[in-house]
């Protein structure tokens, strides 16, 4: 997940396969500054906040293996469950 929000852990990261960030086979290593292009899908937008579903890196497609679509969609579910449950607060 991209945040933008500066109070959140992840603020400002994504994780992304390494093979498409390779120059000439040789992938970046920690530390590294990299420049890339992403092409997705905004698959909900709440709070002022978009998720996206990314299709390609750098024109490579990216699979999303079962395991990353499991936790993509309870990702999905919980920031649902915590925008319902901020809803119900403010209205008492």
Do not use: C, H, K
């Amino acid at each position: 997940m991209i945040s933008a929000e500066p109070s959140t852990p992840t603020a400002g990261t994504v994780a992304v396969p390494l093979a498409p960030l390779a120059i000439d086979g040789t992938p970046p290593a920690e530390g590294d500054e990299v420049t890339f292009t992403v092409t997705g899908r905004i698959v909900s937008a709440r709070g002022g906040q978009a998720q996206v579903q990314v299709a390609t890196i750098n024109d490579q497609p990216i699979a999303m293996d079962e395991a990353a679509e499991d936790r993509a969609l309870m990702e999905q579910a919980m920031a649902a469950d915590a925008s319902a449950s901020a809803s119900a607060s403010a209205a008492y």
